[in-house]
Every structure is written in structure tokens, then in C-alpha cells.
């Protein structure tokens, strides 16, 4: 994980609504037009777009994207879901006194931030676990506290920094294409080891395989995680 010293010009206005219909990417399959015939007929105002793997549908309303999305389920569809800009958590670094995950959850709540998630970073190539946490807090939350305003957590005074990802597309933890995060995803479950129907945290074999195939290249030699897949 990277992290960066300047935060302070960073989401300054994480509490401004913003409103947007999020955007559905529907993975392209054979019989694709039957099923943009089907919405073309129902949502004629619907904006549909090939791209890659996948078929873009711009709702024109929250309804027809609740209403598109309940289809598609119902179908056994493979897509995901964008979020909006407003309901992308932010994401801020503490450097608390305590890594305590339920301490620092507890205390953030009691002084009003609505948090999502709080993790633990580590090196990312030893692993190594480091004495700063990850914070995810929900935007636009009504009489939510903004997280810039904490100056303590767990009765100790915090530094903080702004969180910067590694460089690179979005790996889903669920179907393990990218560009998009499981939260959002209705593709099938694909473990990285056995290329089973289950995560791959939760994978029976825990020894490491020789000559992987990866599930996304066909290729032998690396998992589909790995930096040496194309």
C-alpha cells in the first residue's frame, strides 16, 4: 500500500449530494441483442453502449435501473454495478496509537462517522503488518461527522494521510476481472487456485500450486492476480 503526506485538498466536500444514475455493465454474451431488444422496447430511453466484454446501459432513472437490474438477475445475467462519485466511500489513512479494528470502528462511530470499513494495511510484498489502518466512511450521510474534523481516536491524537492505491485496474475479489469491486458484482464467483464457484479465501487448497493456469489468460505459469498476466 502507498500512502500520501498531502490529504487536506482531498475531499473537501465529501459531504455535498451528488446525484447520478449509476451505470450497469451487462458481461456480452451470444443472445445480447435479444436482450437490448427486450430493454429497447420497455426503456426506449435507455443508452446502450459495446465495450470490451461488455455491453454499457445507461438508465435513464433510478427506476429502470432498479427495475433493469431485477431482469437481469432474475435471468441469471452476469454484470456489475458503477457507483456514483457519491457513493464511492472515501478513503482516509490513520496512524492511531491502537490497530485494534473493533476499538477504532467503536470509537469513529461514537464520534459520529459513519464508517464502512476499517482494515489493517500491510507491505505489499512481505505482508508485513503496518501501525496504520484504512479507514472507508460512507459520503453524504445525513448529520454525518466529516473524518478531516477527528482529531483523536481511542482517546490518542492521530496523524492521518490520504490512501493511494497501487498503480493498476481494479481487481474484483468475487469474479476476479477488473475494474470494478465485488460490492457491485453479480458475475459468477471465480476462484484464482481451482477456478471453482467459491472465493478464493475460502479455497480448500492452501498449499501453493506449481505451473498455475490462470483463469483469465488460459496461460500456465501465474494466477490471474499476478502482475506477469497480460
Same mark, same amino acid.
Given at each position: 500500500?502507498?500512502?500520501?503526506?498531502?490529504?487536506?485538498?482531498?475531499?473537501?466536500?465529501?459531504?455535498?449530494?451528488?446525484?447520478?444514475?449509476?451505470?450497469?455493465?451487462?458481461?456480452?454474451?451470444?443472445?445480447?441483442?435479444?436482450?437490448?431488444?427486450?430493454?429497447?422496447?420497455?426503456?426506449?430511453?435507455?443508452?446502450?453502449?459495446?465495450i470490451g466484454?461488455?455491453?454499457?446501459?445507461?438508465?435513464?432513472s433510478?427506476?429502470?435501473?432498479?427495475?433493469?437490474?431485477?431482469?437481469?438477475?432474475?435471468?441469471?445475467?452476469?454484470?456489475?454495478?458503477?457507483?456514483?462519485?457519491?457513493?464511492?466511500?472515501?478513503?482516509?489513512?490513520?496512524?492511531?496509537?491502537? !490497530?485494534?479494528?473493533?476499538? *477504532? /470502528?467503536?470509537?469513529?462511530? $461514537?464520534? %459520529?462517522?459513519?464508517? &464502512? #470499513?476499517v482494515?489493517?494495511? =500491510?507491505?505489499?510484498?512481505?505482508?508485513?503488518?503496518?501501525?496504520?489502518?484504512?479507514?472507508?466512511?460512507?459520503?453524504?450521510?445525513?448529520?454525518?461527522?466529516?473524518?478531516?474534523?477527528?482529531?483523536?481516536?481511542?482517546?490518542?491524537?492521530?496523524?492521518?494521510?490520504?490512501?493511494?492505491?497501487?498503480?493498476?485496474?481494479?481487481?474484483?475479489?468475487?469474479?476476479?476481472?477488473?475494474?470494478?469491486?465485488?460490492?457491485?458484482?453479480?458475475?459468477?464467483?471465480?476462484c484464482?487456485?481451482?477456478?471453482?464457484?467459491?472465493? !478464493?479465501?475460502?479455497?480448500? *487448497? /492452501?498449499?501453493?500450486?506449481e $505451473?498455475? %493456469?490462470?483463469?483469465? &489468460? #488460459?496461460?500456465?505459469?501465474? =494466477?490471474?492476480?499476478?502482475?506477469?498476466?497480460?
Amino acid at each position: 500500500m502507498e500512502i500520501n503526506d498531502s490529504y487536506s485538498n482531498q475531499n473537501s466536500n465529501i459531504n455535498q449530494p451528488i446525484h447520478k444514475i449509476k451505470t450497469i455493465m451487462h458481461r456480452f454474451k451470444n443472445n445480447y441483442n435479444l436482450v437490448l431488444q427486450d430493454f429497447n422496447d420497455k426503456y426506449p430511453d435507455c443508452v446502450n453502449k459495446l465495450i470490451g466484454d461488455y455491453i454499457k446501459i445507461v438508465p435513464a432513472s433510478e427506476d429502470q435501473h432498479r427495475k433493469i437490474t431485477t431482469t437481469l438477475k432474475a435471468k441469471g445475467d452476469e454484470f456489475y454495478v458503477v457507483p456514483t462519485a457519491g457513493e464511492r466511500p472515501y478513503k482516509v489513512v490513520l496512524k492511531p496509537a491502537s !490497530t485494534d479494528i473493533a476499538d *477504532i /470502528k467503536n470509537d469513529l462511530a $461514537n464520534q %459520529e462517522v459513519t464508517v &464502512c #470499513k476499517v482494515s489493517q494495511l =500491510t507491505q505489499w510484498k512481505s505482508k508485513f503488518l503496518l501501525p496504520m489502518v484504512l479507514v472507508e466512511v460512507r459520503k453524504n450521510v445525513p448529520d454525518n461527522r466529516d473524518i478531516l474534523d477527528i482529531s483523536n481516536c481511542c482517546y490518542m491524537s492521530i496523524a492521518r494521510d490520504s490512501f493511494r492505491r497501487r498503480p493498476g485496474p481494479t481487481q474484483c475479489y468475487n469474479c476476479n476481472y477488473f475494474h470494478h469491486s465485488s460490492q457491485y458484482c453479480e458475475i459468477k464467483t471465480r476462484c484464482l487456485k481451482c477456478t471453482q464457484e467459491h472465493r !478464493t479465501s475460502d479455497c480448500p *487448497i /492452501k498449499e501453493r500450486i506449481e $505451473n498455475h %493456469e490462470c483463469i483469465n &489468460c #488460459k496461460t500456465h505459469g501465474h =494466477t490471474a492476480n499476478s502482475k506477469q498476466c497480460p
